[in-house]
T-cell receptor, first 112, second 112 residues
Framework: GDSVTQMEGPVTLSEEAFLTINCTYT??????LFWYVQYPGEGLQLLLK?????DKGSNKGFEATYRKETTSFHLEKGSVQVSDSAVYFC???????????FGDGTTLTVKP | DGGITQSPKYLFRKEGQNVTLSCEQN?????MYWYRQDPGQGLRLIYY???????QKGDIAEGYSVSREKKESFPLTVTSAQKNPTAFYLC???????????FGPGTRLLVL
C-alpha cells in the first residue's frame, strides 16, 4: 500500500539556519503531495503542495519539489525563524486505489 | 468566514460511557475525515466519508462509530468498546478525496 517516510526528529536549529526535512514515498499512481504544519495544541494547516512531477510548491519561504525519479518531496527553507517551531507532516493525496496517507511528523525547534 | 469547527475543545469520559465529538464545516466540502493523534505520534485515520449517507472505516475504526446525515456534519462517537480513548481527535474536510484537507482545531479526550 501507499506509505510516507519522514526524517525522524526532533530537529533543533539556530535562527537563520538552513532547514531540510526529508520525505520519501511509495505510491500506486501519481498522487498529489503535501506538507502540513501543526502548531502546539492546534489542528494541521496546509503549508504547500505539488500536484505533478517536477512541480515546486512554495509558501512563507518554504519550498518542496515533487521528484518522481527519487520518489521524494523534501521540505527546505533557507533561513528559519523561531516562529517556524512546529510539527511538519508530509502527506500523499488519495490515489484512485486508496486514501490519503500522512507521515509520522517531524518536530522542529528553532532557538534564538 | 468559512471553516471547520470542532466541539468541545476538551471532553472527559467516564468508564463505560459513550461520548460524541462534533465536527461541522461550512466549506461545502463533500469529503470529511476523523483522525486520532497520540502524543508525539502521527495521524491515524479512524473513519472517512466521501458523500452524505456513506462512510468507510479507516485504519483504527474499532471502538468508534460515525454518521453522515448532512453534508456539513460528521460526528464521531467514542464507544465504551474503545479501551484507550485518551488522545487528540482531529476532524478534516476536503472538496474531494484527492484534494487539500482542511483541519479543525481538535478535541482532546481524557478519561476520568
Amino acid at each position: 500500500g501507499d506509505s510516507v517516510t519522514q526524517m525522524e526528529g526532533p530537529v533543533t536549529l539556530s535562527e537563520e539556519a538552513f532547514l531540510t526535512i526529508n520525505c520519501t514515498y511509495t505510491a500506486t499512481g501519481y498522487p498529489s503531495l503535501f506538507w502540513y504544519v501543526q502548531y502546539p495544541g492546534e489542528g494541521l494547516q496546509l503549508l504547500l503542495k505539488a500536484t505533478k512531477a517536477d512541480d515546486k510548491g512554495s509558501n512563507k519561504g518554504f519550498e518542496a519539489t515533487y521528484r518522481k525519479e527519487t520518489t521524494s518531496f523534501h521540505l527546505e527553507k533557507g533561513s528559519v525563524q523561531v516562529s517556524d517551531s512546529a510539527v511538519y507532516f508530509c502527506a500523499l493525496g488519495a490515489t484512485n486505489a486508496g486514501k490519503s496517507t500522512f507521515g509520522d511528523g517531524t518536530t522542529l525547534t528553532v532557538k534564538p | 468566514d468559512g471553516g471547520i469547527t470542532q466541539s468541545p475543545k476538551y471532553l472527559f469520559r467516564k468508564e463505560g460511557q459513550n461520548v460524541t465529538l462534533s465536527c461541522e464545516q461550512n466549506l461545502n466540502h463533500d469529503a470529511m475525515y476523523w483522525y486520532r493523534q497520540d502524543p508525539g505520534q502521527g495521524l491515524r485515520l479512524i473513519y472517512y466519508s466521501q458523500i452524505v449517507n456513506d462512510f468507510q472505516k479507516g485504519d483504527i475504526a474499532e471502538g468508534y462509530s460515525v454518521s453522515r446525515e448532512k453534508k456539513e456534519s460528521f460526528p464521531l462517537t467514542v464507544t465504551s468498546a474503545q479501551k484507550n480513548p485518551t488522545a487528540f481527535y482531529l476532524c478534516a474536510s476536503s472538496i474531494g478525496r484527492k484534494e487539500t484537507q482542511y483541519f479543525g482545531p481538535g478535541t482532546r479526550l481524557l478519561v476520568l
